[in-house]
């Protein structure tokens, strides 16, 4: 069993900083790479940033110069957020490609909610 916790979440008022993380935990062999996605009401989720096992980054644009995403160790991952925007608000989900001893595969967390106040 694989599981994926995001902690991190709460209200700010725009301008304003989060951070962040998530941890995956189970029978974990290897992770690949981990990321951040978001869903806002009535929206479909979408990618906010990812980083790889080596450490190379993916941002959104609505994203870029304001976020970033780290990794401690192999198994969390962090994603920093400076100067939020209202247009922020929505629900953020961890991803990570996990190999376990049966298989590769892509697992999520429950979410996190972020509300940025105006």
């Known amino acids: 069993q694989v599981q994926l916790v995001e902690s991190g979440g709460g209200l700010v008022q725009a301008g304003g900083s989060l951070r962040l993380s998530c941890a995956a935990s189970?029978?974990?062999?290897?992770?690949?790479?981990m990321g951040w996605y978001r869903q806002a009401p009535e929206k479909q989720r979408e990618l906010v940033a990812t980083?790889?096992?080596?450490?190379?980054t993916r941002y959104a644009d609505s994203v870029k110069g304001r976020f970033t995403i780290s990794r401690d160790n192999r198994n969390t991952v962090q994603l920093q957020m400076n100067s939020l925007k209202p247009e922020d608000t929505a629900v953020y989900f961890c991803?990570?490609?996990?190999?376990?001893?049966?298989?590769?595969?892509?697992?999520w967390g429950k979410g996190t909610l972020v509300t940025v106040s105006s």
């Open positions: 991803s990570a490609n996990i190999l376990t001893t049966y298989r590769l595969a892509d697992y």
């Open positions: 189970g029978s974990i062999r290897s992770i690949n790479e």
């Open positions: 980083i790889t096992n080596g450490g190379s």
